[in-house]
């Protein structure tokens, strides 16, 4: 069964470093988006991107988020300088366009840890 | 209540019991969604229901829908243990995008 799968699993970094982390959404898949959850809290959407563009962003996805799909496979989020408070899980998701049903299928995530 | 707190935050039942969660939401839907997380994992798609439906079910899942509340529940029959997760309703945005509630912590004691 296809899946999304996100790289890396658990990343640490120093407050003030980039750091870009990595999803491959299914292969026949449009739509793509990530999403954060911090530790006890609900999950947050971040953006969603649409042939090539950003099609929506929430008011968390400032100027130090950026994402990109640089080949017809990976969906990448960078956060160009960490802080303390982007410690969280990332998710990424991607959904099939198929009119307004857009069951989104999730990665396992990638749990950053900013020091 | 969702967009908003679901309810209960947290749900203890004995295996083969049932388990009924509810949320409800502000704005108006195409379709509202429950997920699943299991502790650290990502999220898994349970069950869409669509605005014009009242009532869902798939496998031991029911879902169902009140548009004129605003409101949903998720009821799962004969529990196991292994449906001890926290369990989620999205609703949709314009662009596709998910909003979630602080969701059910459901735990299943064997």
């Known amino acids: 069964e296809p899946e999304v799968t996100q790289t890396p699993s658990h990343q640490v970094t120093q407050m003030g470093q980039e750091v870009i982390l990595r999803c491959v959404p299914i292969?026949?898949?449009?739509?793509f988006y990530w999403y954060r959850q911090i530790l006890g809290q609900k999950v947050e959407f971040l953006v969603s991107?649409?042939?090539?563009?950003?099609?929506?962003k929430s008011e968390i996805f400032d100027d130090q988020f950026s994402v990109e799909r640089p080949d017809g496979s990976n969906f990448t989020l960078k956060i160009r300088s960490t802080k303390l408070e982007d410690s969280a899980m990332y998710f990424c998701?991607?959904?099939?366009?198929?009119?307004?049903?857009?069951?989104?299928?999730f990665g396992p995530g990638t749990r950053l840890t900013v020091l | 209540s969702q967009q908003g707190e679901e309810d209960p935050q947290a749900l203890s039942i004995q295996e083969g019991e049932n388990a009924t969660m509810n949320c409800s939401y502000k704005t108006s839907i195409n379709n509202l969604q429950w997920y699943r997380q299991n502790s650290g994992r990502g999220l898994v798609h349970l069950i869409l229901i669509r605005s014009n439906e009242r009532e869902k079910h798939s496998g031991r899942l029911r879902v169902t829908l009140d548009t004129s509340k605003k409101s949903s529940s998720l009821l799962i029959t004969a529990s196991r243990a292994a449906d001890t997760a926290s369990y989620f309703c999205?609703?949709?945005?314009?662009?596709?995008?998910?909003?979630f509630g602080s969701g059910t912590q459901l735990t299943v004691l064997p």
């Open positions: 999205a609703t949709v945005g314009s662009a596709r995008q998910l909003t």
């Open positions: 998701a991607s959904s099939e366009t198929s009119g307004n049903r857009n069951e989104q299928f």
């Open positions: 292969s026949n898949h449009l739509y």
């Open positions: 991107f649409y042939n090539n563009e950003i099609s929506e």
